[in-house]
């Protein structure tokens, strides 16, 4: 039997939450090719384009844009209309450079960056001995880089790295640690200071318990935690 493939286009209805694209105007909007994000967690090249930034009034349009080649993604030329974009990634048009981000109630936007454009973060996702004395990371962008077996210990599932784009070389190192700050990205975005780590098992997910800068208190799954510092 045969597969259909992916689907060239989505419901408005089942979109991502953005700012500012009515969801009830059309029926249908882009979707997104396979790539390094799964499709609930990023949006189409092309949407981000004519939707987010107003480039671009239609579809050809937008494939005109992209046909010229001054559009990157993490440095990297891209002429996909339907290349999926997620959090963190770093999108340049031209001689304009934005990343990637959620506002507090969890919907995409792009905010404009000056410094540091070559550059990202990146959780660890996964970690396997590769042969040769090496560890495979597996970053939550689908990149994976190599490091020292000496290092396995160092570097932990969930722990954020901040690299260098696009050669995927290593920066800065952010543990999940007690003492860290990170954000919760659920179904709003919440920024605290990591208090507790409370270790889970094969029937419960690990409890992660932060408190913001009123001193609140408040926790969820190791998931949803992103280290920032």
Same mark, same amino acid.
């Given at each position: 039997?045969?597969?259909?493939?992916?689907?060239? @286009?989505?419901?408005?209805?089942?979109?991502?939450?953005?700012?500012?694209?009515?969801?009830?105007?059309?029926?249908?909007v882009l979707g997104s090719?396979? @790539?390094?994000?799964?499709?609930?967690?990023?949006?189409?090249?092309?949407?981000?384009?004519?939707?987010?930034?107003?480039?671009?009034?239609?579809?050809?349009?937008?494939?005109?844009?992209?046909?010229?080649?001054?559009?990157?993604?993490?440095?990297?030329?891209?002429?996909?209309?339907?290349?999926?974009?997620?959090?963190?990634?770093?999108?340049?048009?031209?001689?304009?450079?934005?990343?990637?981000?959620?506002?507090?109630?969890?919907?995409?936007?792009?905010?404009?960056?000056?410094?540091?454009?070559?550059?990202?973060?990146?959780?660890?996702?996964?970690?396997?001995?590769?042969?040769? @004395?090496?560890?495979?990371?597996?970053?939550?962008? @689908?990149?994976?880089?190599?490091?020292?077996?000496?290092?396995?210990?160092?570097?932990?599932?969930?722990?954020?790295?901040?690299?260098?784009?696009?050669?995927?070389?290593?920066?800065?190192?952010?543990?999940?640690?007690?003492?860290?700050?990170?954000?919760?990205?659920?179904?709003?975005?919440?920024?605290?200071?990591?208090?507790?780590?409370v270790p889970g098992d094969?029937?419960?997910?690990?409890?992660?318990?932060?408190?913001?800068?009123?001193?609140?208190?408040?926790?969820?799954?190791?998931?949803?935690?992103?280290?920032?510092?």
């Open positions: 039997m045969s597969k259909k493939g992916f689907r060239r @286009g989505k419901k408005r209805l089942l979109l991502q939450r953005v700012r500012g694209i009515g969801k009830k105007m059309f029926k249908w090719v396979p @790539g390094p994000h799964s499709k609930k967690s990023s949006l189409p090249l092309g949407v981000f384009l004519r939707d987010i930034l107003r480039l671009s009034k239609n579809i050809k349009e937008t494939k005109y844009i992209l046909n010229k080649g001054i559009v990157k993604i993490d440095g990297v030329v891209r002429k996909e209309l339907r290349f999926p974009l997620g959090f963190q990634d770093v999108l340049t048009v031209g001689d304009k450079t934005y990343r990637v981000l959620f506002d507090k109630k969890m919907n995409f936007n792009l905010e404009e960056i000056k410094k540091e454009k070559n550059t990202k973060l990146v959780k660890i996702k996964g970690k396997k001995h590769v042969g040769k @004395g090496k560890i495979q990371l597996t970053l939550g962008d @689908g990149r994976t880089v190599l490091v020292e077996k000496k290092e396995k210990d160092k570097f932990k599932i969930d722990d954020v790295l901040k690299i260098e784009i696009p050669k995927t070389k290593i920066l800065e190192h952010y543990a999940l640690k007690k003492g860290a700050k990170a954000l919760v990205l659920s179904k709003k975005v919440l920024e605290g200071e990591i208090q507790e780590i094969k029937y419960k997910k690990s409890i992660v318990k932060l408190r913001d800068k009123n001193k609140k208190t408040f926790e969820t799954i190791k998931e949803k935690v992103f280290v920032i510092g």
